[in-house]
């Protein structure tokens, strides 16, 4: 089997052989999505090469202070035609993720995927998966390390943003004793680690406490209170206001709730589907819930989507968890 070094390497060959990439990380893209593929987008300015940043959406608006965030692509907004022989997944356990964008490779694209999630099923020609690593900007530290470049603040403040995001502010059991020995660094280079957490992690819009109140409003325990879980709906986005970005954090409330063991999120996205965003306390592995479903994820943290209506998929999920309970 082949070692994480040598995979890094094998990345770095990738790079250096070949010009012109499309970078591009999951839909409806988090901290450590939007923060990878801007430290890829930085890194390969460094190197010469000629590159596009894309997701299928809008990326968060609380991300813009990311350098190069501003030139990640909308593809809802530019359909255009394109064909990329070169390809930079970050962050996607599967390549169903990247959405829409799987439009803009050729048949014959190469991938290189670099990723942080176990269920990552190793669709790439060249694939760089460490599934203990905090987030994939942890990976992508370990890689760009290998490249002559000189580290820059904005570079670093890059990979400092998904470790922050994806370890819950240094919270979650993924913080290693190296996430802490790799933050620290890119404090020397001139992160400023408590204004981040401010924007990141503290801060929040009046849609976003709208919303989270009416998902509160739906709040249901089963299982003697080892499963809770909320759901918003299309009207609840229309009427507070919330985007996609609102929604982030709201499983941890039924999560963290005192003896529950599996916190679920239901976002409804039309009458045929819905996404859960499943949270567990540990002994749930919510990885394998997910991928049951379709989707994928952490062992603490999955999701996954699924067809039909609200209370069918509430009726699914609830009831294969109570089966693992």
Known sequence: MQTYEQALLDAKAFIE???NFLVVSHVQPDGDAVSSTVAVGWLLSCLGKQFTLVNEGPIPKRMSY?????????????GGQRQYEHVICVDCADFKRVGLVKNWMSETAAILNIDH????????????????????????????NLFDVKWTCEAAEAIYTGLLTDTGGFRYSSTSPKVMEISSRLLELGVNGPELAETLLEEVTLPQVKVLALALSTLELEAHGRIAHVYVTPE???QTGAENEDLEGIVNYPRNIQGVEVGIFFKVIDENAVKASLRSAGRIDVAAVAQHFGGGGHIKAAGCRLEGSLEQVKQQVVSYIKELL
């Open 117 to 144: 999630h176990p269920t990552n099923d190793r669709y790439g020609a060249v694939n760089v998966v460490k599934d203990d690593a905090a987030a994939t900007a942890e990976v992508l530290y370990d890689w760009i």
């Open 17 to 19: 052989e070949h010009d």
């Open 236 to 238: 609840h986005m229309i």
């Open 66 to 78: 990311l350098t190069l965030s501003g030139e990640i692509m909308n593809l809802l907004e530019d």
